[in-house]
């Protein structure tokens, strides 16, 4: 741009170098690509001396008036998405999210974008990867990866370690969802060494989710429960559901049922409200301890409410893992799972699912 400016205004080198208040030998070296200028403010210098529109020097005018109608936008766009997602409305948070993200890549794409709006992208990428992530099915999950893989990119190049940790944290869960478990596990140990106070738990609960030994899954139930009261945290993965329903989970992946058993006998399930896809979650926990401990009765009716709920609030993964438990246990409740899956429909078409 600057060698096109000098250009089509007879302006020498030096003369620029003179206005800027820059050595000449600098503005040589930025337009043979030797040199870049990667401050704003220098930026700003060079757009304004040169009129050039300061979003073509990648730029964006915070005073504009579109530019903080845009982060208000969207902001409150994330709120409503994800307190649809946690109210079990998983189709209608891709809804509000999608043409968010389109705009955001948009205006990335035309260079109109700055360290706010790349905060706001990030999120915006990554709630669009776990609010697919609950509505496709798990052939489709490599989507919700992608998105949240795309998020923690932008989150690697800022300067934001709660906004790095939250990535890293929903892109490994997506990743274990998918089968990536190695993978997965990376990302989350990473984001539980990296959060901080209110974010510790939550990628706590997640690193024990995807543990498949029982000397990590015990170390991190342990650090869990030491951690989990500490923040003033209100997310719903660090509820007392959601922890329980970790503890059946790891116990039964990592191969011990008898502990599953005794831990479902001996605790009761919370009474506090929770959302409804951590109901149909911790339902189809309950029922593979029931069926582990023989009681195939109570796991089948256990079975067909989860699948009931799931085919309610649109959770195909969920149908999906309500067959694979069955399996060998209940064929009606494959049969139900199966004919619930067919039934289901996604927002997969039409929405950034090749992002």
């Known amino acids: 741009m600057i060698r096109t400016w000098r250009q ?40 304004q001396h040169l009129g050039i529109p300061l979003h073509r020097v990648g730029v964006t005018d915070t005073e504009a008036v579109d530019h903080v109608t845009m982060l208000q936008f969207g902001y409150s766009t994330l709120r409503l998405a994800t307190i649809a997602r946690h109210a079990g409305h998983g189709a209608a948070a891709v809804n509000e999210l999608w043409p968010l993200v389109a705009r955001l890549e948009a205006r990335a794409d035309d260079g109109i974008i700055d360290k706010d709006m790349l905060l706001l992208l990030a999120r915006a990428r990554a709630e669009l990867g776990v609010s697919l992530g609950y ?67 939550p990628a706590l609960v997640q690193l024990a989710r995807a543990a ?27 509820s007392a559901t959601a922890v329980r329903e970790v503890n059946l989970r790891g116990l039964i992946t990592t191969g011990r049922a008898p502990q599953a058993i005794a831990l479902l006998s001996a605790s009761p399930a919370p009474t506090l409200p929770t959302s409804p896809q951590w109901r149909i979650i911790e339902q189809i926990t309950i029922a593979e301890v029931l069926l582990a401990a023989g009681d195939v009765t109570t796991g089948e009716s256990t079975l067909h409410d989860a699948i009931g709920g799931g085919e309610r609030h649109r959770l195909p993964h969920q149908l999906q893992r309500a067959a694979r438990v069955a399996q060998g246990h209940c064929p009606t409740v494959v049969e139900a799972a199966s004919a619930a899956l067919s039934r289901s429909t996604t927002p997969a078409a039409g929405y950034p699912t090749q992002g």
């Open 212 to 238: 498949q030994d029982p000397a990590t899954f015990d170390a991190t139930l342990t650090e869990l429960h030491r951690t989990r009261d500490l923040p003033a945290c209100d997310d719903p993965l660090v």
């Open 8 to 47: 089509a205004t007879g302006t020498s080198q030096l003369a620029l170098a003179e206005k800027l208040g820059y050595d000449p030998s600098y503005i040589s070296m930025i337009e043979t690509r030797r040199r870049d200028v990667v401050d704003i403010v220098n930026r700003r210098r060079i757009a």
């Open 135 to 201: 509505v496709l099915p798990e052939e489709r999950l490599t989507f919700a990866v992608r998105w949240t893989g795309r998020a923690l990119r932008v989150a690697e190049h800022l300067d934001d370690t709660d906004l790095h940790a939250y990535t890293l944290r929903v892109h490994g869960n997506e990743l274990r969802k998918a089968g990536r478990v190695n993978a997965a596990l990376v990302r989350l140990a990473r984001a539980v060494a990296i959060a901080g106070a209110d974010q510790r738990a």
